[in-house]
């Protein structure tokens, strides 16, 4: 347990709370560069190259660890949406983009795995370890901050292992072809991890950038209430009244 602790201690003095902006950065621009190759592969997509399908691939590993960069390592995770450091316009507009990234990430997350089963002539669901991913993660984190980082650990293992274990049963069962099974536990474990943690993010941006563009809406009415036309007539007439008495006097 000391053992545990102390490098606990050393991650959290060393390697957390850095003060980083350039992740986010990345990750805008390999969200957004990974957009334009999907849309440009999409309408293609049966006689797509493989360098295409590649580039994608590669592309998805640059953006998760961007994200467990910055969302893991990172003092300021989600400085980009803090209206007190970007203003409320870019909360909405940061806000907005890294939702269309995330959105896009998970939907190429799902093919690249199928993409890999069908490569490998193998029948394998990934949808245990991806469903255990953020329950068990979140699970952990409970148990963690409670003081119980092996029970923690233990949570976290247990599907994933699971989820090896169908996946060797089912690339044994196919192809066998294991280089493919390394790449794709790979794509799956780095992936995986980094849309679940980024999926806690997304949900505070959501709410914030919602909150946001409420906000604003509330304000450009407030600012463009028209004003009360019998309220103006009231005071014209009001005015020659007041004059005349004056004359008279």
């Known amino acids: 347990m000391d053992f545990l602790n102390n490098i606990t201690n050393y991650l959290d003095t060393f390697i957390f709370h850095h003060d980083w902006e350039w992740p986010v950065w990345g990750i805008f621009f390999v969200g957004l560069l990974l957009i334009a190759v999907g849309q440009l592969n999409r309408e293609d997509r049966e006689r797509s190259s493989k360098n295409t399908v590649y580039a ?52 190429l997350f799902k093919r690249t795995l199928d993409l890999a089963n069908e490569h490998a002539q193998r029948e394998c669901s990934w949808l245990w370890g991806l469903i255990g991913l953020p329950i068990s993660a979140l699970l952990a984190f409970l148990l963690y901050s409670h003081g119980h980082p092996w029970w923690a650990i233990t949570i976290i293992a247990i599907p994933q292992l699971a989820q090896v274990g169908l996946a060797v049963y089912a690339t044994i069962k196919g192809g066998k072809d294991w280089t493919n099974f390394s790449l794709t536990l790979a794509v799956y474990f780095i992936g995986g991890l980094a849309v679940t943690i980024a999926l806690y993010v997304i949900i505070w941006a959501t709410i914030i950038a919602i909150a946001g563009y409420v906000a604003l809406l509330l304000a450009s009415k407030s600012l463009s209430k028209p004003v009360d036309k019998s309220q103006l007539q009231t005071d014209e007439e009001a005015t020659p009244v007041l004059e005349d008495e004056s004359i008279a006097q």
């Open 56 to 107: 994608q691939v590669a592309l998805f590993i640059v953006l998760s660890l961007l994200e467990l960069t910055q969302f893991l390592f990172a003092e300021r995770r989600i400085w980009f949406v803090r209206p007190s450091e970007v203003g409320w316009l870019w909360t909405i507009i940061n806000g907005a983009l890294i939702i269309t990234i995330f959105f896009y990430q998970v939907k």
